[in-house]
């Protein structure tokens, strides 16, 4: 049995990407800081007849993230699928390029990049041994076309984006596949009047054809 483990599970987005790849066989991973937001969701999993347990770690604390996924694949054989969200939990105050300050930055390179080359090195040796693996990394369309008022977060997922497609270049023919989704939409209820919004159940079945039919994608965008 394969399984995923979710960096960043949420209720909405997270839930959903567990939801599409669990009705599919896949056991589920979920990782996020509280222990108690985490019961719930494997609560509801377990209901629907997903497999699922509860890792909680905080991905700024790179200790505690490389526990949790070392206990997740112990759990489940090893981590077939890795998914990092880091679309919600940063608790930077939003800056404009003139108005950030290096910290402002700093804190979303740890959240959103460093965070992920984290969990990555974890699972990425056993995935190279087997010589299979899905490595998904989330990042809000603005590290593609940046908005001034989220300057500070989107030069970080910018960062992530980039460091996401050249892991796909670097494991090419490895049989291990790297990609990038972003999200051009608010997620459940709209950011900003007008702006297009979708919901998490529209979204995850993009993650899942990146995992099955369009394993030489690099990225995927999702919009409406």
Same mark, same amino acid.
């Given at each position: 049995?394969?399984?995923?483990?979710?960096?960043?599970?949420?209720?909405?987005?997270?839930?959903?990407?567990?939801?599409?790849?669990?009705?599919?066989?896949?056991?589920?991973?979920?990782?996020?800081?509280?222990?108690?937001?985490?019961?719930?969701?494997?609560?509801?999993?377990?209901?629907?007849?997903?497999?699922? +347990?509860?890792?909680?770690?905080?991905?700024?604390?790179?200790?505690?993230?490389?526990? +949790?996924?070392?206990?997740?694949?112990?759990?489940?054989?090893?981590? $077939?699928?890795?998914?990092?969200?880091?679309?919600?939990?940063?608790?930077?105050?939003?800056?404009?390029?003139?108005?950030?300050?290096?910290? $402002?930055?700093?804190?979303?390179?740890?959240?959103?990049?460093?965070?992920?080359?984290?969990?990555?090195?974890?699972?990425?040796? +056993?995935?190279?041994?087997?010589?299979?693996?899905?490595?998904?990394?989330?990042?809000?369309?603005?590290?593609?076309?940046?908005?001034?008022?989220?300057?500070?977060?989107?030069?970080?997922? +910018?960062?992530?984006?980039?460091?996401?497609?050249?892991?796909?270049?670097?494991?090419?023919?490895?049989?291990?596949?790297?990609?990038?989704?972003?999200?051009?939409?608010?997620?459940?209820?709209?950011?900003?009047?007008?702006?297009?919004?979708?919901?998490?159940?529209?979204?995850?079945?993009?993650?899942?054809?990146?995992?099955?039919?369009?394993?030489?994608?690099?990225?995927?965008?999702?919009?409406?």
């Amino acid at each position: 049995m394969t399984s995923i483990a979710i960096v960043g599970a949420g209720p909405r987005l997270g839930l959903a990407i567990a939801r599409t790849f669990g009705s599919q066989g896949l056991d589920v991973a979920l990782i996020s800081r509280d222990r108690d937001h985490l019961d719930d969701l494997v609560g509801k999993l377990t209901t629907e007849g997903i497999t699922a +347990a509860a890792f909680p770690a905080d991905v700024l604390d790179r200790a505690a993230l490389t526990r +949790a996924l070392e206990e997740a694949a112990a759990r489940f054989g090893r981590v $077939d699928v890795l998914e990092y969200s880091p679309l919600a939990g940063s608790s930077t105050a939003l800056a404009t390029p003139v108005e950030a300050e290096p910290a $402002d930055v700093q804190h979303e390179i740890e959240f959103q990049l460093y965070g992920a080359m984290a969990a990555t090195r974890v699972v990425l040796p +056993a995935m190279r041994e087997a010589g299979a693996g899905m490595l998904l990394y989330t990042t809000g369309a603005g590290s593609i076309d940046p908005v001034p008022q989220v300057g500070n977060v989107n030069a970080a997922a +910018a960062a992530l984006r980039n460091w996401a497609i050249n892991l796909h270049k670097e494991l090419d023919g490895t049989g291990v596949q790297a990609a990038h989704v972003g999200i051009d939409v608010s997620i459940g209820t709209p950011a900003l009047p007008g702006f297009p919004t979708a919901q998490p159940e529209e979204i995850s079945p993009a993650y899942w054809e990146l995992h099955t039919t369009r394993r030489d994608q690099a990225e995927l965008v999702f919009s409406l």
